[in-house]
């Protein structure tokens, strides 16, 4: 009984987590899309999701995202409970990074890696590279096993 009450403790918690981020990115994008003029059913998802990249880049994504015309315009930037939830998550970053004996700012910190870059020609045509390993200690992957690392 005990073990069923703990699951039903921890359903319930993180179902109220879900719901809060679903709300959070409800109202992100309504607001988003009044930043825009549009309305909350003609604002395309594609545009939401280019700039919801923008947001998680950090600077250099950001700077290649406005040289190919792809981000709004940063006067008409919108401050909503996302952005609020990204700041916190930069800041936790930040002071991990502070822990660990890295100087760094919040302006540094991207929480999205940048986009692979497509490549030009259809997937069917594109040939990768033949690579030769040799077998040497350097191709071999570290595996640890317990607390032994095996290199």
């Not at 040289?67 to 409970?81: F, K, Q, R």
């Not at 930069?90 to 999205?112: C, F, N, T, Y």
Request: with cysteine; glycine share 8%; hydrophobic share 45%.
């Amino acid at each position: 009984m005990f073990i069923i009450r703990r699951l039903h403790g921890l359903f319930r918690f993180y179902s109220f987590i879900l719901l809060c981020g679903l709300v959070m990115v409800g109202v992100d994008y309504d607001m988003q899309a009044k930043a825009v003029g549009k309305s909350f059913g003609d604002y395309a998802p594609d545009a939401y999701l280019r700039t919801l990249q923008w947001r998680l880049g950090g600077p250099e994504q950001a700077r290649r995202m406005a040289a190919a015309g792809a981000i709004p315009d940063p006067e008409a930037e919108v401050t909503s409970p996302l952005d609020v939830a990204f700041q916190a998550l930069r800041g936790l970053s930040v002071a991990k990074a502070h822990l660990m004996g890295q100087d760094i700012d919040v302006d540094e910190v991207a929480l999205l890696p940048p986009p692979a870059v497509a490549p030009s020609e259809p997937p069917s045509t594109v040939v990768a590279p033949v690579v030769q390993v040799e077998d040497s200690d350097a191709a071999r992957p570290c595996v640890r096993r317990g607390n032994v690392l095996s290199c």
